[in-house]
């Protein structure tokens, strides 16, 4: 696994003023448009999103068999490779449990990884 670099987290933290205004709709839960999968991310987020994968955010690891519950607890005092991991894992997880990065962002992890990034960068 190799960290993001300073330049992979800026483009990154530069979503936090989005992530953090409440009058942002981030996602929508809308079953019309599918039972199967009735979740869907805004625009903004699903840039985001792409924006994790092109800045060396998601990253290949047995991510099935990590323990995010447990880490995510501990998001204040995490490693930035423990952070990678915790995104990859809900990111991907999505994919087969509709809901995980809506209630990622609604629970907000997403908002403290975010923090906790800043708070790395500024370690460098």
């Known amino acids: 696994m190799s960290n993001p670099s300073i330049e992979n987290i800026n483009a990154i933290l530069e979503y936090i003023p989005y992530f953090e205004s409440l009058k942002n709709e981030i996602y929508e839960i809308n079953p019309e448009k599918s039972l199967m999968d009735p979740h869907f ?10 924006a994790l994968y092109e ?18 607890e501990n998001i204040e005092h995490t490693d930035i490779d423990t952070l990678v991991k915790i995104l990859t894992a809900y990111i991907r997880a999505d994919r087969f449990s509709s809901g995980s990065v809506a ?16 708070e790395i960068k500024n370690t460098y």
């Open 41 to 50: 991310c805004s625009e903004k987020t699903s840039e985001f999103i792409q």
């Open 55 to 72: 800045n060396n955010f998601i990253q290949a690891f047995d991510w099935s068999q990590f323990n995010t519950l447990e880490n995510v």
């Open 103 to 118: 209630n990622f962002i609604k629970e907000s992890y997403l908002l403290r990884i975010l923090y906790r990034l800043r």
